[in-house]
C-alpha cells in the first residue's frame, strides 16, 4: 500500500512538472518575440521614421505629384498592414535635389485633403487657397500647409510623415 501511494506522488509529480513545463515555453516565447518587434513600414521605429514614396527622376520642375504614405497601423489591440497613413504634395524646385520640398495634403482647418488648383492648390471643403508653394492665401485655413520633412536618397524621395494639430495658427506636431 505504502508503495502505491509512493508511485501516485511520483506520476502526481512528473504530470505537475509537465504542465508547469508547458505554461513556461509559451511564455518564454512571447519575451522573445517581444524583445524584437518586426519591422513595420510607415511606423517611427522604420528606418528612423524615413519611407521611400517616389522617384526623384519621376517628378517633373514646376508639377505638383502627389503621393500616398502607406504603412501598418497598429493600436493597442491589433496591427492592420497596408493602410494610408497620409497624402503628401512633392514639389521639385529644379535639377537639384535640394530643391525638394513636401507638404502634408492634410489641410489644417479641419482636415480635408488638399488638391492642386490653377493657382497652386485648393482645399475643396470650405475652399481655403494656397500658393504653389503652400502659403495660405484664402479661406479659414488658420495657417499655410505643413511642411513634412524630405530627402533624396539614391534616387528615392523619401518622407518622414508627421500630423499637425488642425484648427490652430500655430503649428503644433501631434505625437502617434
Ligand atoms: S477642411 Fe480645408 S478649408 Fe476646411
Redesign the pocket.
Known sequence: MVDRRKALKVVAGITGAAAVGMAVVPAAAVVAASASPPRLPGRPDDDDGWQAIARWDDLVVGTPRQAHIVGAEVDAWSVSPDRRLGTVWLLRGGEDTASLRALSAV?P????IIERSDAGFV?P????DFSPVGAALR???PRSMDPIESRVREGRVEVRWARFRQGTAERIREEG
Open positions: 489641410c482647418h479641419l482636415g480635408c482645399c471643403c470650405h475652399v481655403s479661406g479659414p485655413s
